[in-house]
């Protein structure tokens, strides 16, 4: 009657023992899944992000030959020789100069906003996945005491490559976001410009010159 007590202590011993290693398991399990989804989440909001940069940018350079084509029509190369005679010639010579300046850099700026795409980090293809899953089932079928499933490797390492992507993406966006700043204010100035030289150009018509 004694060791048959003893025996179910030491089972009931066990059983308690492996409820909590299970529950370990669990709640470890539970942060890995947690932390996976914050990095997806924010790898997601930088490819996004990437998109709407790239979108912006395209549509500045669809934008910016329009307005380079309004200060060609304002040009008039016929004053050139009464610039640093009157004052109103040599102020739409200025405003029209500067306002090609800015539309350049715009431009400059814009590309420089466009061009990064194809550097940003990547999961990479789900085949490339299926691969790695099955090269990591034969390596634990090698190793029959490991405690780590194919499942928990994978969350960790994708985990790792969306944390490293996250280093690259989330610098890349915030020097795309720079450019893209910098291209709008100077199309800004550039606009100020055209509008101040399209002044001068209408008082030199109305005066006849």
């Given at each position: 009657?004694?060791?048959?007590?003893?025996?179910?202590?030491?089972?009931?011993?066990?059983?308690?023992?492996?409820?909590?290693?299970?529950?370990?398991?669990?709640?470890?399990?539970?942060?890995?899944?947690?932390?996976?989804?914050?990095?997806?989440?924010?790898?997601?909001?930088?490819?996004?992000?990437?998109?709407?940069?790239y979108q912006k940018g395209i549509i500045m350079l669809l934008v910016l030959p329009i307005l380079g084509t309004v200060v060609a029509r304002l040009g008039r190369i016929d004053l050139i020789g009464e610039m640093f005679v009157r004052v109103d010639v040599f102020l739409y010579y200025?405003?029209?100069?500067?306002?090609?300046?800015?539309?350049?850099?715009?431009?400059?700026?814009?590309?420089?906003?466009?061009?990064?795409?194809?550097?940003?980090?990547?999961?990479?293809?789900?085949?490339?996945?299926?691969?790695?899953?099955?090269?990591?089932?034969?390596?634990?079928?090698?190793?029959?005491?490991?405690?780590?499933?194919?499942?928990?490797?994978?969350?960790?390492?994708?985990?790792?490559?969306?944390?490293?992507?996250?280093?690259?993406?989330?610098?890349?966006?915030?020097?795309?976001?720079?450019?893209?700043?910098?291209?709008?204010?100077?199309?800004?100035?550039?606009?100020?410009?055209?509008?101040?030289?399209?002044?001068?150009?209408?008082?030199?018509?109305?005066?006849?010159?």
């Amino acid at each position: 009657m004694a060791k048959t007590s003893k025996k179910n202590n030491t089972v009931a011993k066990k059983v308690r023992k492996l409820g909590r290693s299970l529950e370990r398991r669990e709640h470890v399990v539970e942060r890995s899944l947690y932390f996976y989804h914050l990095c997806y989440d924010q790898y997601k909001l930088e490819l996004q992000e990437a998109d709407k940069l790239y979108q912006k940018g395209i549509i500045m350079l669809l934008v910016l030959p329009i307005l380079g084509t309004v200060v060609a029509r304002l040009g008039r190369i016929d004053l050139i020789g009464e610039m640093f005679v009157r004052v109103d010639v040599f102020l739409y010579y200025l405003f029209l100069c500067s306002a090609f300046f800015f539309f350049v850099v715009s431009v400059v700026y814009t590309v420089l906003c466009v061009c990064p795409r194809s550097d940003y980090k990547r999961l990479g293809a789900i085949i490339k996945w299926k691969k790695w899953r099955e090269d990591y089932e034969k390596y634990l079928s090698d190793k029959p005491d490991s405690e780590k499933s194919v499942d928990d490797a994978m969350v960790e390492k994708i985990c790792s490559n969306l944390a490293e992507a996250q280093t690259v993406n989330a610098p890349l966006n915030e020097k795309r976001r720079r450019h893209f700043k910098k291209s709008v204010q100077t199309v800004a100035l550039g606009l100020i410009s055209v509008l101040s030289a399209g002044l001068f150009y209408l008082l030199l018509r109305i005066q006849g010159v």
